[in-house]
């Protein structure tokens, strides 16, 4: 149990940071774009308009240059009319940031609440364990009650285990409705779909011209005002075309008035410089803005968690039903274990504490202080009582011959042996 739940933890824990890593990269895709729009919107109506004020000071002699800068400085305020028609994601990014949050912190201790639940029911086998086999009422006492709390816990995670896993299930099934009625009050439908499906058979809302309908050059102002509405042309397309048309008005003025305005060439680099990382930032927007970054982040964080997020839940939850059929079992066994504890206990009572193959008695020996005397288990006459009381008889005090010693010892024991006179004569068995 404690091995499956480990690999189910584990599962779980990468499902989780895959969900984490798509999450960031998506939200600093979204803040990029939101960098872009700003600077972009800052050059268009800060350092462009102050060139462009000193430039028509400087050329204000020639009506059709004033004309000319007065048709750049349209260009450029529709440039910024469109770039705030741009979806502003600070509110989604805002709450993938949070959502990102919540989660790590609560993947954090969910891991660990797991690892340290896998220590405690490896320590309670332990105890297990070593109460079977030291015989002890006091491990098996501490392994009962712990035992039940695992049992309690084991079923709490399994409860868990499974609301999080029919929950996350839910959301898998049908992910794209969720996330679409969770953005409706910001985002557009059309740019939510745009991102969540990424058909490349659909042309990208943001250069899309609505109605199917082509726009002229002159649409764009060239040789007149800007006549185009808002709402006609996307994003992108206007800013592409609208920075182009800027670029090739600065161009002319340069090749055509400078030569008369040699006073006006530092402003006009300048406009001319803006507009060169204007349309850098244009290809990064585009880039950033293009469906298959967001869709890509949007497939792992799905994977992650709809795949190995959920694989990890099932296998904790066969864990919790594992660790709860085990401890189960454990707390029925425990009343059979203390019974046969008990009888054995009774057992070694029944025995006599002086029988030296009794383990009982040997355990008692080994708390006791040693008795003054010991009973002996053979003794020559009834009469002595122990081997405490013999005396060694006096070794001079002999009046049987050695001869008759040594033919008696040559009868018993086959080779003559010298042992203590005393014995001689008495009728006593031989020295073992």
């Given amino acids: ?83 705030q028609g741009l979806p502003a994601w600070r509110g989604v990014s805002a709450d993938l940031t949070e959502l990102s949050g919540q989660v790590a912190y609560v993947e954090y201790y969910r891991w660990l609440a797991y690892l340290l639940f896998f220590i405690l029911v490896l320590t309670v086998c332990l105890l297990a364990c070593l109460g079977l086999a030291k015989h002890s009422r006091c491990l098996l006492v501490m392994m009962l009650c712990c035992g039940l709390l695992m049992l309690g816990l084991s079923w709490a995670s399994m ?25 409706d009050d910001e985002i557009s439908a059309e740019v939510v779909h745009y991102y969540l499906y990424c058909d490349q058979s659909l042309s990208s809302p943001f250069q899309q011209v609505q109605g199917g309908g082509h726009c002229p050059w002159r649409c764009l102002g060239l040789g007149g005002s800007v006549t185009v509405p808002r709402s006609s042309l996307q994003a992108l397309t206007l800013f592409q075309r609208s920075l182009t048309t800027m670029q090739i008005q600065i161009q002319g003025l340069i090749q055509y008035a400078l030569p008369l305005f040699p006073t006006a060439e530092k402003d006009l680099l300048g406009v001319q410089q803006l507009l060169n990382s204007s349309e850098t930032s244009l290809h990064q927007l585009t880039a950033l803005l293009d469906c298959r970054g967001l869709h890509k982040d949007y497939l792992d964080g799905l994977i992650g968690i709809c795949y190995d997020g959920v694989e990890g839940l099932l296998y904790l939850g066969l864990f919790s039903l594992l ?28 025995m006599d504490e002086e029988d030296p193959f009794n383990p009982q008695a040997r355990r008692i020996a080994t708390h006791r202080p040693p008795r003054g005397q010991l009973r002996s288990f053979c003794s020559y006459s009834s ?50």
């Fill in 1 to 83: 149990a404690v091995g499956i739940g480990f690999y189910g933890n584990s599962e779980t824990n990468d499902g989780v940071f895959q969900l984490l890593y798509a999450l960031d990269h998506a939200n600093q895709t979204l803040t990029g774009i939101d960098a872009l729009v700003a600077s972009t919107t800052l050059q268009m109506q800060g350092g462009l308009e102050q060139h462009l004020a000193r430039l028509n000071e400087l050329l204000a002699s020639r009506g059709d240059y004033v004309q000319t800068l007065k048709f750049t400085e349209q260009l450029a305020g529709s440039i910024v009319l469109q770039l």
């Fill in 159 to 183: 409860a868990v285990d499974t609301a999080a896993a029919v929950g996350t299930s839910d959301f898998c099934v049908a992910p794209d409705k969720f996330i679409m009625n969770q953005t």
């Fill in 323 to 350: 660790a709860a059929a085990a401890f189960s079992t454990v707390i029925c066994a425990a009343p059979r274990a203390w019974k046969q504890l008990a009888g054995r206990e009774r057992d070694y009572d029944d």
């Fill in 383 to 432: 009469s002595l009582g122990s081997q405490s009381s013999l005396h060694p008889p006096a070794q001079t005090v002999s009046n049987a011959p050695v001869s008759e010693y040594m033919n008696q010892a040559v009868l018993f024991g086959g080779n003559p042996r010298y042992e203590n006179v005393p014995l001689i004569g008495r009728g006593s068995p031989p020295p073992t």
